[in-house]
């Protein structure tokens, strides 16, 4: 499978900042995904990575906070805009090689915001 | 009622043991069903994934699904220490939206 690099691989920042989180496979995917995975919760889908185009949020997420980019088939960025201690959270970074195959994980940022 | 429901543990089973680990589901579009393995401080590894009823085997884990009963498990046969790590279900109605339990925590004991 796919060998996915996240980073930075933790962080501590200060409420009001952005931070932008990189993800990067080591092969070309066609499918890159963002999810939140809080403490005793289950993975959250933020939104998929689509290149040359706006990536698709889910419910409860919108582009203004967590803006992405996805220049190519090999590399995608998340920014969390203007960070509250609500956004502390592990952002995780999935990739699948075609559209419905199973997806792999990078090891996640954890954010912490105080 | 959530769309998959997995109880979060811990679950804590001596070495050598057999090890079941379960999850319901309500959404019957669901099509594929996965199994991560996640270790503290890493991302969830796929273990295995199955499109169909029935049984699939890898090595000493065990998959099944039976999807009268909206019903999957995990089996690890001969369980070792390295096997303590939180486990979760996954699924998806091939839209490339993944549903996750929320995990099961494992604890092998030596």
């Known amino acids: 499978s796919a060998v996915i690099s996240q980073k930075p691989s933790r962080d501590i920042c200060q409420r009001g900042t952005s931070l932008t989180i990189q993800c990067q496979v080591d092969?070309?995917?066609?499918?890159m995904f963002w999810y939140r995975q809080q403490p005793g919760q289950s993975l959250t889908l933020i939104a998929t990575a689509n290149q040359g185009s706006e990536a698709t949020y889910e419910s409860g997420f919108v582009i203004d906070k967590f803006p992405i980019s996805r220049p190519n088939l090999t590399f995608s960025t998340l920014t969390v805009s203007n960070m509250s201690p609500e956004d502390s959270s592990i952002y995780l970074c999935?990739?699948?090689?075609?559209?419905?195959?199973?997806?792999?994980f990078g090891d996640g940022t954890r954010l912490s915001i105080l | 009622q959530k769309e998959v429901e997995q109880d979060p543990g811990p679950l804590s089973v001596p070495e050598g043991a057999i090890v079941s680990l379960n999850c319901t589901y309500s959404?019957?579009?669901?099509?594929?069903f996965m199994w991560y393995r996640q270790y503290s401080r890493k991302g969830p590894e796929l273990l295995m994934y199955t499109y169909s009823s029935g049984n699939k085997e890898d090595g000493r884990f065990t998959a099944q699904v039976d999807k009268s009963s909206k019903y999957i498990s995990l089996f690890i046969r001969d369980s070792q220490p390295s096997d303590s790590a939180t486990y979760l279900c996954a699924m998806s109605s091939r839209d490339d939206k993944i549903i996750f339990g929320k995990g099961t925590r494992l604890h092998i004991l030596p």
């Open positions: 959404n019957s579009a669901f099509q594929y």
């Open positions: 999935s990739v699948a090689p075609n559209s419905n195959q199973p997806q792999h």
């Open positions: 092969s070309q995917v066609t499918m």
